[in-house]
């Protein structure tokens, strides 16, 4: 059963391996790699027959072949309706393939599975809305991808992201340690603008603890100092812990369940150790799939929920906005013309529709707010969803695959797009990059902050003394 | 011959019929798993019905979903055809008059002008369906020849009946036709995908359960199928 280096069946689970497999620049010597790798067919066979039950079987059996899916893809329909973007023909021709020989597929047919669960679907689910049976395209693939990472015909990036969670319980290097700093700077940084800021960190039976996702330590610090600037301004009693702060899976997308336990059990273990009255989450969908709608079932609690009410960041905002804790000044409400890109990972995978439309109806000048469309449930991807945003090997097809997205901004005739979700927000900011349809797009936090009334007791002291 | 055809044979039928969709559907329930399917199926018993059953409704009534509203065309020709399918062979004369005679059951039927409507009917939107699998790409690159036959299986009992009922050529042929194709298709339902006949039920209700349970209970009203 030959493996190679770098590309191979076994997870990532030490620095040396990843540092390996990193320092292969997009992946050359891996790819590679993956058109020697055997399909382990035994491995494959056991698998099918632990995990393959009657759900997917039943789907994969009776789909009618009605074509009623095509319409719903938008990979469909940015390749000018090509018939194998049909999400049915996608899902057949690969993991349908799989269950009806049985596992006896070969290397050629497993690279074809990678390239079509991650390169033609984001697993948004759409699919599963517009189908009669209610088959739900976006699961299957999902399953897929897990069958592809356990026989290692996994993206370079996704191999890497699953390595991360594995080693350092988030989707980039970010330790402990450097989390911790990177929470003591930015509360230190905000000190002249808002006196007595905190990022308290480890504190017990605090009413929220926040979880983010790591890229906001590693790249984007001022969104850790916008959540606390926003907690601060409501008088919450808040706090991160220093271990499981990152909500965030990629090994969700890679397929990775070992690993996606691993991650969510060291965020459900800080619930425990910290006690919180509730969780709130970063503006990201993703995590809030895995974290709070999925990883129960990972690590095996049979509610199906967290340990703690785990709730999206919008929810925590519309109750702060809602309740008074957090004034709009009326003079600063958006007067431009506003979309919101709904993530499917929180809109048609959790319901919280009403939640966003509730925001803008605080934040947006009445008339200014345009909804896209469709919308809510039925919304389309922003192009980049399930991992793909990260992944070299596909960028050409997500491109393509966007045009369904800047079409539909187009259509609002938004210059704003409010994207509370970080793969939407890439997107839509990739989106501007490929066709430059001159819009800004913004996360929730930075524009509330700007609209805020800051109460008295909160301002800096300078001003008072600079007056006597 | 007639005889053992609509005696033992035809009972043979019934129980291949019914046994083999109970334990399909057996099978099925059996088959669901709270932790790989990831939906918490017992502990939300309430939630998961409500979901099933808006997730069943709605998709059982036409124009009901968003996805029926989406292809007019073709919900009416979907809907022409299964309603056809059902109501024509459980309420035709012809059989509850075999009823009426073997056990004295009075079972309601329909007027014949209707039920020669409806079987019209059946045959025209199957035509129809089709020349949808053939005239669309998106379509046409997901049917297989095992489409084509379980279509024709699914019409020969209602052209074969209707040649029958209504004496075009030959009448004992016909009806030797159309008795054991109504039999072929009762045999089929369980074992091809023509279980559909329940496994839509069970399959709606599936997916409306992962969406009462977990996947929409945040939304007012679950799901807005």
């Known amino acids: 059963m030959p493996e190679g280096i770098l590309c191979n069946r076994t997870p990532i689970n030490t ?69 194998q973007q049909v999400p049915s023909y996608k899902i057949l021709t690969t993991l349908g393939k799989i269950v009806e020989k049985n596992g006896n597929v070969d290397t050629a047919h497993m690279i074809y599975c990678m390239d079509t669960a991650w390169g033609k679907c984001t697993c948004c689910n759409r699919c599963g809305s517009f189908c009669p049976y209610g088959i739900d395209m976006g699961v299957m ?46 509360a230190e940084e905000q000190q002249d603008e808002w006196p007595g800021l905190e990022i308290p960190v480890d504190k017990e039976g605090a009413d929220i603890m926040y979880t983010v996702n790591a890229r906001e330590p590693k790249h984007y610090p001022e969104d850790i100092a916008e959540a606390a600037i926003l907690f601060h301004l409501a008088g919450e009693n808040w706090t991160v812990p220093s271990l ?43 995590a809030h799939r895995g974290t709070v709608i999925e990883g129960p079932y990972w690590v095996g609690r049979e509610d199906g929920r967290p340990p703690a009410p785990y709730i999206h960041y919008v929810e925590w905002l519309a109750e702060a906005l809602r ?71 596909y960028r050409q097809w997500r491109n393509v695959g966007m045009k369904v997205k800047r079409d539909q901004i187009i259509a609002t005739g938004a210059k704003l797009v409010i994207a509370p979700c970080h793969n939407c927000w890439d997107a839509i900011r990739d989106l501007e990059e490929v066709y430059e349809l001159g819009i800004k797009w913004s996360f929730l936090k930075p524009l509330i902050i700007k609209m805020a009334i800051i109460p008295e007791h909160l301002k800096p002291q300078e001003e008072e003394e600079e007056e006597e | 011959m007639y005889n053992f055809i609509t005696g033992p044979l035809l009972w043979i039928t019934f129980i291949i019929f019914f046994v083999g969709l109970t334990v399909r559907v057996v099978l099925y ?45 073709y919900t009416i020709i979907f809907f022409i ?34 039920a020669d409507a409806l079987t019209i009917a059946v045959m025209v939107t199957a035509v129809f369906i089709a020349i949808r699998r053939i005239g669309l790409p998106e379509v046409r690159i997901i049917t297989t020849a095992y489409d084509y036959f379980l279509l024709l299986l699914t019409v020969l009992p209602f052209f074969s009946g209707f040649m029958a009922a209504h004496q075009f050529g030959d009448y004992v042929f016909w009806n030797y ?11 089929a339902i369980p074992f091809t995908k023509l279980f559909h006949v329940v496994g839509y039920f069970l399959s709606r209700a599936q997916i409306g359960m992962d969406f009462g349970i977990k996947r929409a209970y945040k939304a007012k009203g679950g799901f807005a199928w």
């Open chain 1, 15 to 83: 620095k040396e391996q990843l540092d390996a497999v990193l320092a292969d620049k997009g992946g050359k010597q891996y790819y590679q790699e993956m058109e020697q790798l055997e399909v382990d067919v035994e491995k494959l066979q056991k698998s099918l027959q632990d995990t393959c039950k009657s759900r997917i079987r039943t789907w994969l059996e009776m789909c009618a072949h009605c074509g009623l899916c095509a319409d719903s893809c938008f990979f469909y329909l940015a390749n000018k309706k090509d018939p």
């Open chain 1, 141 to 186: 693939f999902s399953y897929l991808r897990g069958l592809c990472f356990s026989q290692g015909f996994v993206p370079w990036e996704m191999k890497i992201g699953s390595g991360m969670h594995r080693i350092f319980r988030a989707q980039m290097d970010v330790t402990p340690e450097d989390w911790v700093e990177t929470c003591e700077w930015m």
């Open chain 1, 244 to 286: 499981g702060w990152e909500q965030t899976s990629l090994t969700m997308f890679a397929g990775d369940w070992e690993g996606c336990k691993l991650q969510v059990q060291s965020v459900y273990e800080a619930i425990e150790r910290l006690k919180p009255k509730r969780v709130v989450g970063t503006e990201c969908g993703h």
């Open chain 1, 323 to 393: 309740t008074g804790k957090i004034k709009i000044d009326p003079a600063k409400k958006l007067k431009i013309p506003v979309t919101i890109q709904d993530s499917c990972n929180y809109i048609r995978n959790h319901g919280l529709k009403d939640i966003t439309r509730e925001i803008m109806s605080y934040i947006v000048e009445p008339g200014y707010f345009i909804e896209m469309y469709p919308n809510k449930e039925y919304n389309f991807c922003c192009g980049g969803g399930g991992g793909l945003n990260g992944i070299g090997r």
């Open chain 2, 29 to 73: 329930i059996r088959g669901l798993d709270w932790r790989l399917d990831r939906v918490a199926y017992r502990k939300y018993p309430t939630l998961g019905l409500k979901g099933a059953l808006s997730s069943i409704f709605h998709w059982l009534v036409p124009f009901g979903s968003h996805g029926w509203r989406a292809k007019p065309l």
């Open chain 2, 81 to 114: 055809f299964h309603i056809g399918l059902v109501v024509t062979p459980l309420f035709l004369v012809g059989h509850a008059v075999i009823l009426k005679e073997r056990w004295g059951i009075n079972w309601p039927t329909i007027p014949m002008l209707l």
């Open chain 2, 177 to 187: 036709t159309h008795i054991l194709s109504g039999m072929a298709l009762l045999i």
